[in-house]
């Protein structure tokens, strides 16, 4: 093989490298660098979307506190932040008060009945 037909090869490899393994490299070390650093009381937010604050960690395993009296344990690489400056979750400001039903919806019977004329 010539150098003229090697160039094209080692031109691809070095494409892959620097496009795939790379950046995939950099976020498993930036994973394992926040998954290193948490600590109990921190505001974290996990792969799925859930926020909550960290209680304990147990090596891989971590509970978070989703809301007053609720943990759940998951393993600490599906923490994908922190969340700086979030309110704890036992200080959260009570959105659902106990004793209303929540937002009235309208009734299906009337939509219905209202459509039943049109039509």
Not at 92 to 113: Q, R, V
Request: net charge negative.
């Amino acid at each position: 093989m010539t150098l003229g037909e090697l160039l094209p090869l080692v031109a691809i490899a070095a494409a892959f490298w620097f496009f795939l393994i790379r950046p995939t490299s950099a976020r498993r070390k930036a994973q394992a660098k926040l998954v290193a650093s948490l600590t109990p009381g921190q505001h974290v937010m996990t792969t799925a979307g859930v926020f909550g604050t960290l209680v304990a960690i147990d090596g891989e395993r971590v509970r978070i506190e989703v809301a007053p009296g609720v943990e759940i344990e998951m393993l600490a690489q599906a923490v994908a932040q922190t969340v700086p400056g979030a309110a704890p979750a036992d200080q959260a400001p009570d959105t659902h008060d106990e004793g209303s039903a929540g937002p009235e919806l309208p009734d299906a019977t009337e939509e219905s009945a209202q459509e039943a004329d049109r039509g």
